[in-house]
């Protein structure tokens, strides 16, 4: 028996922007998202198993309803691997649109850059002939390594953008760059004397911020994350707001072999501030800043529930509300050309007081995945607003033994609150349906017949295969079971 949502409400149905069929199993594909106007662009990482051959862009210019097209950044090097996609839209021209990533070459001297790519011919971006690219910062001859790409869109043709390289000190250290002629030439601005794997970008009126990690404090088993604030444009940049957390035996997950506790996403509404990481028992955790001090106070994400293993969270956020979205372990599932595999889902949840307190997770997809364990397995995916919008992507790298999936889907800021506060969930589970209620709900089958109805409470139900409808005073939902 098999039971699906047809969407999770509230979000809209999945939408697949990946165009191809994959049999490999080792996948790490990570995605992004954003969008001004009408115009949402996607980018991901596509690979064969062995290499990454090309981070893939995908765009709309209708809203969502159409994808007309995707192209890639690739090599026709067998010895490069292309990866960590970054995308920007130019928030007073959504005409011009900016991909970056990382290319890493060259095995007997292992380096790499970063490239980036941009076109100011909107729907015609559709066309490679539009699109020019380099790399970003002076020309070091393939002598430093640079990694993890982020960019910011601030308008005015201008653009930052971070990424880690040993250029510095040796170590990996957080990198900023400035241009101000949609990427032709670009200014170094700054540069983390602590080293560091990845920092997001946030902007909340004229303040720009830039999370970090920091790693200085490694050997003692300790992990800052923290971000830095410009007040000028991005022309210069002071570190405002950190926490320390001990990482317990290993920067890895029991069943994700990455260094999941390095992430440090962050979104900034109000004159608040909030970055998102994975403490030492692999649960999700907030850092918030409330506009004073050095220092942030750490909330719990999703308490209970939400998997057993939480990575990947992801935030945005409106006034004094956050939404968070990650992934979450369920169970083991098998293994596949070596790689172990985990059955996997994308949770969201929302908080009213800036991350004090969460609803219960819920589902982005009701849909599992699978995910490659060990040693792959992927570090971010997107999860954007826009004028109460909320729009995300994720990549389910091993999902009905057709890998590098990537799906899109949407819903409002609204139906996430009025969502959380629902009376009714629906899971499946142990081939069970798992209705708790705290009201009077009935179920129905597809032709408005009355199955049976039911008091609050928690409830297993089975059920034949077909298409049915639960139904409340205040609630209605949805569901097929195969």
């Excluded at 490999?24 to 949402?40: H, M």
């Excluded at 990690?213 to 444009?233: A, C, E, K, P, T």
Aim: proline share 4%; aromatic share 16%.
């Amino acid at each position: 028996m098999i039971f699906f949502i047809l969407s999770d409400a509230p979000f809209s149905n999945e939408v697949k922007l990946s165009n191809y069929t994959m049999n490999s199993c080792g996948q790490n594909v990570e995605t992004d998202i954003k969008k001004v106007g009408n115009t949402i662009v996607v980018a991901w990482i596509r690979g064969d198993g062995s290499q990454y051959d090309g981070n893939w862009i995908a765009m709309s210019f209708d809203g969502g309803s159409t994808w007309p097209g995707a192209l890639y950044y690739g090599s026709n090097n067998p010895n490069c691997w292309i990866g960590d996609p970054a995308i920007a839209i130019q928030p007073d021209n959504p005409n011009i649109i900016y991909f970056a990533g990382m290319v890493y070459c060259n095995p007997n001297n292992a380096k790499g850059e970063v490239y980036f790519c941009r076109c100011t011919a909107g729907s015609n971006c559709t066309s490679s002939a539009n699109w020019s690219c380099g790399f970003v910062g002076p020309n070091d001859n393939w002598a430093y390594f640079k990694d993890k790409p982020w960019i910011l869109a601030l308008g005015n043709n201008t653009v930052l953008v971070n990424f880690t390289t040993d250029k510095f000190t040796g170590n990996y250290n957080l990198a900023i760059y400035k241009s101000t002629n949609n990427g032709q030439t670009w200014q170094q601005i700054s540069y983390t004397n602590w080293p560091s794997t990845v920092g997001y970008w946030a902007k909340d009126g004229n303040n720009i911020y830039m999370s970090y990690n920091d790693f200085s404090q490694l050997n003692n088993g300790i992990i800052y994350v923290g971000f830095l604030r410009s007040q000028d444009n991005g022309n210069t940049f002071s570190d405002i707001a950190w926490t320390a957390f001990n990482f317990g035996n290993s920067t890895y997950c029991p069943n994700y072999q990455r260094p999941a506790k390095v992430h440090d996403n962050i979104t900034a509404s109000s004159g608040n501030v909030a970055i998102s990481f994975v403490d030492g028992n692999c649960k999700a955790r907030l850092g918030v800043w409330t506009g004073s001090g050095n220092s942030l106070t750490v909330y719990q994400i999703a308490p209970s529930g939400g998997g057993s293993q939480q990575i990947l969270p992801m935030l945005v956020s409106s006034g004094s509300k956050i939404f968070a979205q990650w992934q979450g372990r369920i169970s083991s599932f098998s293994s596949c050309g070596g790689f172990t595999i985990g059955t996997w889902a994308t949770y969201w949840s929302y908080s009213s007081n800036w991350g004090q307190t969460w609803s219960s997770p819920s589902r982005v997809s009701s849909v599992d995945f699978y995910f490659s364990e060990n040693p792959l397995g992927h570090d971010y995916n997107g999860w954007i607003m826009d004028n109460g919008t909320i729009y995300t992507t994720w990549a389910n790298d091993y999902r009905d033994n057709n890998t590098g999936d990537i799906y899109y889907s949407w819903t409002s800021a609204v139906n996430l609150e009025e969502n959380s506060n629902s009376k009714i969930t629906i899971k499946y589970q142990n081939n069970k349906i798992i209705i708790q209620s705290l009201e009077h709900f009935s179920i129905y089958k597809l032709d408005g017949t009355l199955i049976h109805s039911y008091n609050k409470g928690n409830y297993e139900i089975s059920l034949k295969p077909g298409i049915y409808f639960v139904k409340s005073n205040n609630f209605s939902d949805k569901f097929i079971v195969k």
